[in-house]
């Protein structure tokens, strides 16, 4: 079974480029995540995604962050325009949602490594 | 802000049990203990979660105290692949999908 699909795995810009992350996650989970993780922390929710539906997006900085999850399935997070500050590891992760219970494993991607120049 | 406290880095010997504390003193009624790791350059890995009981699967044990307010993860046979930085978290499981509150975790290193 394919894990959490993050593409790219590395993107180098300038400061007040665009730049853009997609996430394809585990097939039937509804859940979906974005993490940003900084070095030598533990990741961050970004936001939370039900299906289509942002559902948590309180630690979005949406002045210069968007994110779309269209058809409920694959995701993108886009920075516009990136700062120095955002050189980071941004995750993905995913997770059956409520059909998963108390379980509710997510499962995380590899990670995008930025690096704002 | 996470709700539990960790040593910042742990060593073990390949092949010997390596035992790596948390303390979450203001835990709740209804919140379950998470455990899971990251290797270098990867995303998280769940490991194991219990809320009072013991747990064990075939990745590692969790040994929670009767108070619930420390609880120890258990790999009983650590190997070099078991090096990665470890996070205990808690979380209240409703069902839901509530995001998790990571903190910076242990760094274990396991040593030839």
């Known amino acids: 079974e394919a894990g959490v699909v993050q593409s790219p795995r590395y993107k180098i810009i300038e400061k007040k480029q665009p730049v853009a992350f997609w996430c394809n996650p585990i097939?039937?989970?509804?859940?979906l995540y974005w993490y940003l993780q900084n070095l030598g922390q533990g990741p961050e929710l970004l936001i939370r995604?039900?299906?289509?539906?942002?559902?948590?997006d309180s630690q979005l900085p949406k002045d210069r962050f968007s994110a779309e999850r269209l058809k409920g399935v694959d995701s993108t997070l886009k920075i516009q325009p990136a700062e120095l500050g955002d050189s980071a590891v941004y995750l993905c992760?995913?997770?059956?949602?409520?059909?998963?219970?108390?379980?509710?494993?997510?499962?995380f991607g590899p990670g995008t490594r930025l690096t704002v120049l | 802000d996470a709700k539990t406290t960790q040593p910042t880095s742990m060593d073990c010997a390949e092949g010997r049990a390596a035992n790596l504390p948390c303390n979450h003193s203001?835990?709740?009624?209804?919140?379950?203990v998470y455990w899971y790791r990251q290797i270098h350059s990867q995303g998280p890995q769940y490991i194991i979660h219990?809320?009072?009981n013991n747990e064990t699967n075939e990745m590692a044990s969790l040994i929670i105290t009767e108070d619930r307010k420390s609880s120890t993860l258990i790999l009983p046979h650590a190997t070099l692949r078991d090096t990665a930085v470890y996070y205990c978290?808690?979380?209240?499981?409703?069902?839901?999908?509530?995001?998790?509150?990571f903190g910076k975790g242990t760094k274990l290193t396991v040593n030839p």
């Open positions: 992760a995913s997770s059956l949602g409520l059909a998963g219970g108390l379980r509710d494993e997510q499962f």
């Open positions: 097939s039937g989970h509804n859940t």
């Open positions: 995604y039900e299906n289509e539906e942002a559902v948590d």
């Open positions: 203001t835990i709740s009624g209804n919140e379950y």
């Open positions: 219990g809320l009072k």
């Open positions: 978290i808690v979380r209240a499981a409703q069902g839901g999908s509530e995001k998790l509150v």
